[in-house]
């Protein structure tokens, strides 16, 4: 059974970066055709799309976010990494690590395996 | 504002069907699959449909998807106290090159 579990600090602070990571078990991060994707839920707002990446370094990423996010792969760990640059409130949410299923022809299909969520509030 | 929208609220009473709409355009539901998820404070997210209409395994036949032009829905029938949930559904949009969601749902059953 894949099970996912995202981890890092409940708080940073304005201007800071938040880090998290998301550790696989149950099956490897070098799956195909698999990627790995960031969702986050803002207090009281929808799922929002930050990002996704594969065990090959390729990514996908929000329009909106692209130019402060960063996503990593660790095979050796089995793990995956979000980096959110110069956060403001805004970016408290919770964060969820999920498998993203890549169709044929270059898209995302569908979150098939989440963890369960960790909130990270922005706030000085 | 989310890309494709969705009634913030439905509510029926146990034994019931409801159905909740995901309204898109042709750059999004319009050209590409449909999921949908069950998210319920303090559980992990739950896929419930994936490519319009197809259930994962484990997945009740309660749960039903369709999609028409840029538009899907999400049934369930024979409605449970258990199913009172937020529902969200997602799609890729093609124009920008990533993934689209509802703004959700609320299911109540009452």
């Known amino acids: 059974q894949l099970r996912l579990q995202e981890s890092g600090p409940g708080a940073v602070r304005p201007s800071e970066t938040l880090s998290l990571t998301c550790t696989v078990s149950g099956g490897a991060v070098t799956s195909d055709p698999y990627y790995w994707g960031w969702i986050r839920q803002p207090p009281g707002k929808g799922l929002e799309f930050i990002g996704s990446i594969n065990f090959r370094g390729t990514t996908y990423d929000s329009p909106s976010l692209r130019r402060r996010v960063s996503m990593s792969v660790d095979t050796s760990k089995n793990q995956f990494s979000l980096h959110v640059y110069s956060v403001t409130p805004a970016d408290t949410a919770v964060y969820y690590c999920?498998?993203?299923?890549?169709?044929?022809?270059?898209?995302?299909?569908?979150?098939?395996?989440w963890g369960l969520g960790t909130l990270v509030t922005v706030s000085s | 504002q989310s890309v494709l929208t969705q009634p913030p609220s439905v509510s029926a009473a146990p034994g019931q069907k409801v159905t909740i709409s995901c309204s898109g355009s042709s750059s999004n539901i319009g050209s590409n699959f449909v999921s949908w998820y069950q998210l319920l404070p303090g559980t992990v997210p739950k896929l419930l449909i994936y490519d319009n209409n197809k259930r994962p395994s484990g997945i009740p036949d309660r749960f039903s998807g369709s999609k028409s032009d840029t538009s899907a829905t999400l049934d369930i029938t024979g409605l449970q106290t258990g199913d009172e949930a937020n529902y969200y559904c997602g799609t890729w949009e093609t124009s920008l090159s990533f993934v689209v969601f509802g703004g959700g749902t609320k299911l109540t059953v009452v």
């Open positions: 999920a498998r993203v299923f890549e169709g044929p022809g270059w898209y995302l299909g569908y979150f098939d395996h």
